[in-house]
């Protein structure tokens, strides 16, 4: 079937309250036309991110009373740590509340400056981590993860003949590790086959540089190489998590994603070395290593959330209802980055408002008015996110993707809440011309989308 139905039925439900566009109108000036600022219980389908965000099922409900807040040795963690394990493979197991907490203390410890981390492509937290380090974030990604129309099964694939180059050329004593993002959140949520990430590690096998993962949508990940991997059809999930996994010497996770939990993170790593260097830090910032942030009932959400993440039926489903909106689109002609990803859908902004120019924030200003009409909220993925100023001629360095991405709660939406964001965006589209570009009137030094203020120009 190409879009499976719901695996589940409703217990609980949130009532969501319908505004006018008068008050969104309202909302958005009072924001400075920054979608991070509205408060949610003004916005009619979020679609801001996939984390933290998830519906989690009755089994980690009746999990959540079964707590046991006890400072050491919470029988939560044990729980949890067999979870991790029994999917990672990897020796030592270290909870942090959420993942870019795991990205600092493993940067932090092992990163240094002047040194580079290849990735595939840094999400926002992992470069801005990196680089707080005084070291430098690569994206090292197949170029055809730039051209949004270009359809093949994984986008997302390290350009093993980029990186050997980068390691030759930086030396591998300033590249502490390379990291893949699976899946490639940056580029459209596209996956990583298991072909490359095995290539990926003969490769820095080659100059001993360890690999790391950022697991953060290991499952979508792992769905999308047993639908289109030669010799994993017959495969279940967990086997090609396990063997997925077995190629590297450890990952960071925001299990706020494929952890289906609201909150919730874990370093796991086989080097002793930087694991004792890492529980020092995390003593001191985060908490003891048997709870690092988390209560004892996070833990047993997420060591029920691993396991229930691995279900063909919810994987099917999931893919399916972003493959559905991703259809809808297109079919319309609406433009849309493709192949459809594991979590989103991506709006091209860039071919969507063709009359704004880029250094009026195309992406954001189309996510600014998908709220205005419809209520519904997207996510720039550009130049807000991403632009950069050239510190020598203080001219923008702009991205070549101008996004707006639409992420998919896991388990919260019903297919005809899909219909009806598929159809807004469609009639939005027919009325393009009237949005307006905007102008930015305040960014902060780091991850400046999180509070950038803008204004809107005058309609063309
Ligand atoms: C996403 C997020 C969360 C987010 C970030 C920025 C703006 C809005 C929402 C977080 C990721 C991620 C990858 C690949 C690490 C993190 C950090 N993504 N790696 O996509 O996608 O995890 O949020 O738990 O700290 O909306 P964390």
Redesign the pocket.
């Known amino acids: 079937m190409k879009f499976p139905s719901e695996p589940f039925k409703i217990k609980v439900v949130e009532p969501i309250r319908r505004t006018t566009r008068e008050e969104r109108e309202r909302l958005l000036r009072e924001s400075g036309y920054n979608l991070f600022h509205v408060p949610a219980d003004s916005v009619y389908v979020d679609l801001l ?3 933290g965000t998830a519906a989690m099922s009755d089994n980690q409900w009746a999990g959540m009373m079964l707590g046991d807040e006890s400072y050491a040795g919470s029988k939560n963690y044990y729980h949890f740590e067999d979870a991790v394990r029994s999917i990672f493979g990897y020796k030592h197991v270290i909870p942090t509340h ?3 907490m795991a ?1 600092n203390l493993l940067f932090s410890t092992v990163v240094k400056s002047g040194m580079s981390v290849p990735n595939n492509i840094h ?4 470069r801005a981590n990196v680089e707080h380090q005084g070291a430098q974030a690569l994206d090292l990604v197949i170029k055809e993860a730039y051209d949004p129309h270009r359809e093949i099964p994984f986008k997302g694939n390290m350009d093993l003949v980029r990186l050997e180059e980068t390691i030759n050329r930086i030396g591998r004593d300033r590249i502490p590790l390379v990291m893949i ?1 699976i899946t490639n ?1 940056s580029g459209g949520g596209q996956p990583v086959s298991m072909d490359n990430i095995r290539k990926t590690r003969a490769l820095v096998n080659r100059y001993g540089i360890p690999l790391l993962f ?1 697991a ?1 949508r290991f499952a979508e990940n792992c769905f999308f190489i047993k639908e289109r991997e030669p010799g994993y059809a017959d495969k279940a999930i967990l086997e090609i998590a396990r063997e997925l996994f077995s190629y590297g010497d450890g990952c960071t996770m ?1 299990a ?2 494929d952890g289906l939990v609201n909150i919730g ?1 874990f370093l796991s790593l086989n080097n002793d070395q930087w694991v004792q260097d890492i529980t020092n830090m995390l003593i001191l910032v985060e908490g003891f290593p048997t709870y690092g942030g988390l209560a004892g009932r996070d833990l047993e959400a997420m060591a029920r959330g691993l396991k229930e993440v691995l279900e063909e039926d919810y994987l099917a489903f999931r893919i399916g209802q972003v493959r559905y909106l991703g259809d809808l689109l297109d079919k319309a002609g609406v433009p849309i980055l493709k192949p459809v990803g594991g979590h989103a859908v991506y709006l091209n902004a860039k071919e969507f408002l063709t009359h704004i120019p880029p250094s009026q924030f195309p992406a954001q200003a189309l996510a600014v008015a998908l709220y205005r009409e419809y209520g519904i909220r997207g ?1 720039e993925i550009g130049t807000v996110m991403f632009g950069k100023k050239d510190p020598a001629t203080g001219r923008t360095i702009y991205p070549e993707l101008e996004m707006v991405r639409l ?1 998919i709660p896991r388990r919260v939406y019903t297919n005809m809440q899909i219909t009806y964001v598929a159809e807004s965006i469609i009639e939005l589209h027919r009325i393009r011309e009237s949005i307006p570009g905007l102008t930015m009137t305040y960014e902060a030094p780091v991850l400046r989308h999180f509070t950038a203020r803008f204004e809107e120009l005058p309609p063309r």
Do not use: L
């Open positions: 991110t996939d984390s959420q993942g870019r990205e999400f926002d937290t992992t993002t959140n950022d953060c925001s706020k994603k993170g996510v992420a």
